[in-house]
């Protein structure tokens, strides 16, 4: 059989596997990873790029799917490279958006945004309306979640002329019933009822069962928004029927609560507490099967590891046995003296073996000095850090009615809290107190928190600054002060939410950088909105907004920086959000400020569940 028999038997044998995995790719997605990993290998061998392309495609949907996603940017970015000594501008454009995606599932959205307007200008020099429809959504996905509804629109409705025109009917409905959701948010009833019933009419007509589950839904909770509860238990009574012929069972939770909710408002709480016992059995349901998942997960997931080891060592015994049939042959033909020659050869490969074995074990624990050293260094940095945030005693006096949710990401953080005793004009006590998030977490982020802090520090004591807002101004100033002593272009900084409350008038000044204030009075949430800027270098620096506001007694304030908003989990995966990080707030807000903390732990840890902590969280709750 000459060569090129060979390559293209080999290349049909990657091809085999690729096609394998994706198969497996609708029913088993570990098993979608171990073949795909044994056709790359294969075409890495051959140098097969049709080969490798595939296996990466296939590589980024399994690890999406179970939230693998530095694995998934690994093969995102291996792809691009591809692509890029290819010039493929296509494939190169598909990278960009892949890229984009993960970011945002990772709700680095600055990155997202960066990573789909790079696809998107591909896309449009090469003219791909589908590539260009998908970025303009995946954008204004991006923008939703930063609660930017104008540009959010701005990027649906691009999306949406380009699938009208294309006659996508599956996209179209999509995009609609997505338009529908931010006029949901954005309490326009009028075009979010308009693009809802649109977005069903389409999966109606083309008969996809499972957004007419989603649209059914959405619809229900808008009517439920406006307390028009009959008509929300009929859509909702659809959805679940929808539901069920599909086995959505993650949905069957969500909507029996739904039920429950539109029943409370009708005052029938018998059918209320009925469906909400519904709910929680779904809820409980769902729970115990994605543990059983999990577990059935991990033992795939060893036994392709293990399955991997074994095709391993049976490759390397069928190369050892085929080296020692090779030998033999050569013995006889050519005799005992080369066979000594090979003989002393394989002598100094062991000892060349041992030699190499010990120089690896001393870089081993080489490595693993410096990595404890390194480990070592953090957790001191972390006793560093912990100095100079408020002792619970200082805050305990300053604050009587109080509690901090700090929980760090890493060993240390970006995020910190931040107290100070300072007297008035009219020589009154009052308490300056912040909730503040650096860029980044971990080490750097915590480098960057010094700065700020110590910028915090400096306007109060040295500058005898008193009003929250002259106090960020001066904090910005200094912290970009700070950096560009360095040669290097930093252009880190922080967001906070600062206040100042005078402990005898109960009289509240707050000013904020993109965080916001929460106060809940008489059961009521209303938002004081931060200025659209952060401490440090930003285009159009504007000076800060100072907000007074009388509090009264029982009322209570939330200062709070993006990480329990921002954090996955769920039974869907997504993210917890501000809307319901409110609802949480306003469920507690009578509850003695210790269990209100309690609560905040609970349903973090319940909502992040497996899945990682995505960023430092911090929550300050004050009741007067």
Excluded at 69 to 91: A, C, M, P
Excluded at 263 to 274: D, H, P, R, V, W
Excluded at 503 to 519: C, D, I, P, V
Excluded at 561 to 590: P, S, V
């Amino acid at each position: 059989m000459n060569v090129s028999s060979l390559l293209e038997k080999d290349t049909n044998q990657v091809n085999t596997f690729n096609q394998i995995a994706e198969i497996h790719l609708e029913e088993d997605y570990l098993k979608a990873i171990f073949y795909a990993k044994k056709a790359l290998t294969l075409s890495n061998e051959l140098g097969f790029i049709p080969g490798k392309i595939s296996s990466y495609l296939t590589l980024i949907d399994a690890n999406n799917y179970l939230g693998r996603y530095s694995e998934t940017q690994k093969v995102n970015f291996e792809l691009l490279e591809i692509y890029k000594k290819q010039h493929d501008k296509s494939g190169i454009g598909s990278s960009y958006n892949n890229i984009g995606i993960v970011h945002y599932y990772l709700s680095n959205l600055d990155l997202a945004a960066v990573f789909t307007n790079k696809a998107l200008n591909i896309y449009i020099e090469l003219k791909d309306t589908s590539g260009m429809s998908m970025c303009y959504n995946n954008l204004a996905n991006v923008y939703s979640d930063k609660e930017e509804y104008k540009n959010s629109l701005k990027f649906y409705l691009k999306a949406l002329e380009i699938d009208e025109k294309s006659g996508n009917m599956e996209w179209e409905s999509l995009v609609k019933g997505n338009i529908g959701e931010v006029y949901t948010s954005l309490q326009d009833y009028d075009n979010a009822y308009k693009y809802l019933f649109e977005a069903l009419a389409l999966s109606e007509k083309d008969k996809d069962l499972y957004q007419q589950a989603n649209m059914q839904s959405a619809i229900a909770l808008l009517l439920i928004e406006q307390n028009k509860n009959d008509d929300a238990l009929h859509f909702l009574f659809l959805s679940l029927e929808l539901s069920k012929k599909l086995n959505l069972l993650t949905e069957y939770g969500e909507l029996y609560e739904a039920v429950s909710e539109a029943y409370q408002q009708k005052g029938n709480f018998k059918k209320s507490l009925e469906y909400l016992q519904l709910s929680v059995d779904a809820n409980l349901d769902i729970y115990s099967k994605e543990n059983a998942d999990k577990i059935a997960e991990m033992n795939a997931f060893y036994e392709m590891k293990e399955k991997e080891k074994e095709l391993e060592q049976q490759h390397k015994l069928s190369k050892i046995e085929s080296k020692q049939k090779t030998y033999v042959m050569i013995g006889s033909a050519i005799g005992f003296a080369l066979l000594l020659i090979i003989v002393a050869v394989f002598a100094k490969g062991n000892s060349d073996k041992r030699k190499i074995n010990k120089k690896l074990e001393f870089q081993n624990l080489e490595i693993e000095t410096k990595s404890q050293s390194i480990t070592d260094s953090i957790v001191y940095a972390k006793r560093i850090q912990g100095a100079i945030l408020p002792s619970e005693n200082t805050i305990n006096k300053l604050l009587k009615n109080n509690f901090i949710y700090y929980k760090p990401k890493d060993i240390v953080a970006g995020d910190f809290y931040w107290m100070e005793s300072i007297v008035s004009d009219n020589n009154e006590e009052c308490v300056l107190f912040a909730a503040a998030d650096c860029t980044g977490h971990g080490v750097p982020g915590a480098m960057v928190s010094v700065v700020c802090n110590n910028a915090l520090n400096r306007a109060v004591r040295e500058f005898k600054l008193k009003e929250p807002a002259k106090i960020l101004d001066k904090i910005t100033e200094l912290v970009i002060e700070t950096f560009e002593q360095s040669e290097a272009n930093i252009k880190d900084g922080m967001d906070i939410a600062l206040c100042r409350l005078n402990t005898k008038t109960n009289e509240l000044e707050y000013a904020g950088a993109n965080n916001s204030l929460y106060l809940v009075r008489n059961n009521e949430l209303s938002e004081i909105k931060s200025d659209k800027q952060p401490i440090g270098k930003f285009t159009n620096t504007v000076a800060f907004t100072n907000h007074k506001i009388s509090l009264k007694k029982d009322d209570a304030i939330y200062l709070f920086t993006d990480g329990y908003a921002d954090q996955f989990g769920g039974i869907k995966g997504k993210k917890f959000k501000y809307k319901q990080f409110r609802e949480l707030l306003l469920t507690n807000c009578n509850l003695k400020m210790d269990q209100q903390l309690e609560r905040l732990n609970f349903t973090f840890n319940n909502w992040k569940g497996d899945l990682e902590q995505i960023d430092d969280v911090c929550v300050i709750g004050v009741k007067i």
